[in-house]
């Protein structure tokens, strides 16, 4: 409830004073004289910013506790999206209202209305038509204007606005010409519908979550004492002025005094002392407390009086044993699995976790206080679980999705559940450099400390080999393994899939397969460089691949040929395929058969780190590998990488990994349903995917229709609440020729980029930087993550620029050699020897040396 007057202090103001209006309500304060300024507990702070105030700073302001900010109207643009309307009210001079847009009427809780004197209240009363009920008013007059008087706050209120009263026109003596007390201005809104004229008090416990501790009554006089005190002060109907605990010694202090939405009902909320607030002794009129508050009291107690040898004296004389109960019960809560489960292993870790509280002396109110103010942040940390308990907070390691990261500027607005799914959208010719700069960049992927979480499971695995691999499976996939891995020839009943899917897979696999079989060298490369010195190169299979093909909800038989065709092709001679098992412990069938085509010699029925740890380093049953290949989520990812790092293993993978992305580029021709459907082909794949739409002298109209078929095929897709989320995020960006939307294109260098283009082929040749580019209308993504030839493998997060996708080459590695004649090294040699002896290497020089003497004699 909004209160009838905002007290605006500052460091002039006394402490006894600034203590009573924070029992009121809100204080305003000056943001700049803050540090100055410090505030009495529990008093929610409005601060009035001033004209040079960043987005950056308001943010801190608010991270930092403040209620509310008011700012200028150029600073709410800037923040709204970011910060939630109710923190944010906006700074206008009454002349201005009309001129307030939409987006800052809806973004805000309100205004803080400066006005030229006293207020009127018809102007008040139109300026309604601009803000609705349900937005606070905040009256500024001017400094050094008029004392105001308890009428003018009434009539105030009436008209649902607050007025703003300066510290140095309150007092908490008798209202005089100088300063208006403090209780005269609570009071002046109150009306009591009683003959006695009091008004009904709800008594609540701060300290208990707001249990209500009783009813009673207040009068003006007792309100007054109760706001300059901060002591409980109520009227008995038959005794008078009834200042409570006075001679039981159940004292209250007062933390906040309330009135309710008619004005004519109040609360005070207060921490209370002694026996409890009920006359017979207990803490509330309205019997005894349970839940949570209850346990507190129960806990309280029993520091004070629990005899030796008691459990809950045990805990709080030991504080090893608290510490490893409440791990022992947070692990327990989390493998927790049914409703009635998890309530009961819930309420054993409160137990825990309140009596460590109640050791310390923390309280419920500590607790929600804090609570309250962590609410009160704007800014978030990822919230990632700390290396040490990683793999308690692993999200199940067989998730086919790819990595989440958090995003980075230009921030989206956050995706609702409702109304269109919409891209945001830039225009080149209207954006600066640094602007752009900004359009290019992607979620930042926080390798290291996804590293540090997967360490753990590596190191399981190394030390412990199948037992660890058995034991993470159960755990993340949920399946009992009998058996680690399949070994070929595979079972043919563990093979059988329907007809037409087998007809499409070997379909696919001999498109493929033609492909990367056309990429091998089967020739030496052979140079004479001078005379008498010839140089070679050859290619080698790496003799022992490691394939990730992801698993868990989806199957993914297409990634097992994108990976396992080439290793066959190189001649690799031993294929370790590691996919997460189903749950009774099987492999997919159409997994399955496609290791079977690929010649796969071993699949590794595991996911996730401990699968890419099983092939770095081997086990009992899994062979080691040299080369670890395939996609997979962050927790793939960042355990790919860390064995990389490690020489022990001496494994290298493909690539670094990120979200998926799509780059389409659209001119008038293109068709706006094919353009939102090779859009959304990848917006499916998970929440963090990049999908880029970049447009050429694409008209309003055109591109609407593309907005409108991206909405309609979204909603009817299986996937939309992923779809919905990642579209929110995705972009449109407007260039004025191909060959400026081609040049955007090579410095984001996507995963994939598609042309929807007049003349596609002819854009090709501008392409330097792309996983794999499809060409034309009919070229959608799809065909080339399932069937056309080319490998679906790609590099992604911007490395396209380094990187290319998955082929045949990458699964063999390059020999060089040379042979030297007698004559040739006579003209070499000289050149070899004056070289080594610059470099200060005489050995070097001398090999050659002994060659050329001998052959002199």
Known sequence: ?????????????????????????????????????????????????????????????????????????????????????????????????????????????????????????????????????????????????????????????????????????????????????????????????????????????????????????????????????????????????????????????????????????????????????????????????????????????????????????????????????????????????????????????????????????VSLADIGASLDNKAKKISRRKGDAKPQYAITSNIPASSPSKPESAPTQPAPATATTSGPIQMRTADLTTISPSERSKLLQRPVLRSAEMIAKVKPIIDQVRSQGDAAIKELTAKFDKAQLDQVVLRAPFAQEQMVIPENVKDAVDRAYKNIYAFHAAQAEKETLVVETMPGVTCSRFARPIARVGLYVPGGTAILPSTALMLGIPAQVAGCREIVLAVPPRPDGSVSPEVLYCAHLVGATTVLKAGGAQAIAAMAYGTESVPKVDKIFGPGNQWVTAAKMAVQNDTDALVSIDMPAGPSEVLVVSDATGIPSFVAADLLSQAEHGIDSQVVLVTVNVTADHLAAIEREVDAQANALPRVDIVRQSVAKSLIVKTTSVEEALAFSNDYAPEHLILHLENAPDAVKLVENAGSVFVGAWSPESCGDYASGTNHTLPTNGYARQFSGVNTASYQKHITSQQVTQEGLKDLGPIVVTLAECEGLEAHANAVRVRLNHSKA
């Open 1 to 361: 409830m909004t209160p009838p007057f905002i007290p605006f202090v500052d460091a002039s103001t006394a402490d006894d004073l600034k203590s009573s209006l924070g029992r009121i309500g809100p204080l305003l304060l000056d943001a700049d004289a803050l540090s100055s300024t410090p505030l009495p507990p529990q008093t929610d702070a409005i601060l009035l910013t001033s004209s040079s105030l960043t987005a950056d700073d308001a943010i801190k302001l608010l991270d930092d506790g403040a209620a509310q900010l008011i700012v200028q109207p150029s600073l709410a643009k800037e923040l709204i999206g970011t910060v939630p309307s109710e923190r944010l009210l906006l700074l206008l001079d009454i002349s201005a209202v009309s001129s307030v847009s939409d987006k800052l009427r809806s973004g805000t809780s309100g205004v803080y209305l400066k006005t030229p004197g006293t207020p009127e209240l018809d102007l008040l009363t139109s300026f309604r038509t601009f803000f609705p009920s349900d937005k606070q008013i905040y009256v500024a007059p001017p400094p050094n204007s008029a004392l105001p008087t308890p009428s003018l706050i009434r009539e105030l209120t009436r008209a649902s606005s607050t007025l703003v009263i300066p510290a140095s026109q309150l007092t908490l003596s008798t209202t005089s010409e100088d300063a208006l007390n403090v209780s005269d201005a609570f009071l002046a809104p109150l009306t009591s519908d009683r003959p006695d004229g009091l008004f009904p008090t709800i008594v609540s416990s701060y300290t208990h979550s707001g249990k209500s501790l009783g009813l009673v009554y207040s009068s003006a006089e007792s309100i007054k004492e109760s706001i300059v005190t901060g002591k409980g002060v109520y009227q008995s109907r038959k005794h008078g002025l009834w200042r409570k605990g006075e001679t039981s010694g159940a004292v209250q202090h007062v933390v906040s005094i309330r009135a309710d939405c008619d004005w004519d009902t109040l609360e005070f909320q207060v921490i209370q002392h002694g026996t409890g607030f009920c006359h017979l002794g207990s803490t509330s009129c309205f019997g005894g407390v349970e839940g949570l508050v209850k346990l507190e009291d129960t806990l309280r107690s029993r520091l004070e009086t629990a005899p030796e040898g008691s459990y809950t004296k045990r805990l709080f004389n030991d504080p090893g044993l608290l510490r490893s109960k409440l791990k022992e019960e947070a692990d327990e809560l989390a493998s927790a699995q049914t409703k009635e489960e998890i309530a009961f292993e819930a309420a054993d870790l409160l137990y825990f976790a309140m009596t460590r509280c109640v050791a310390a002396g």
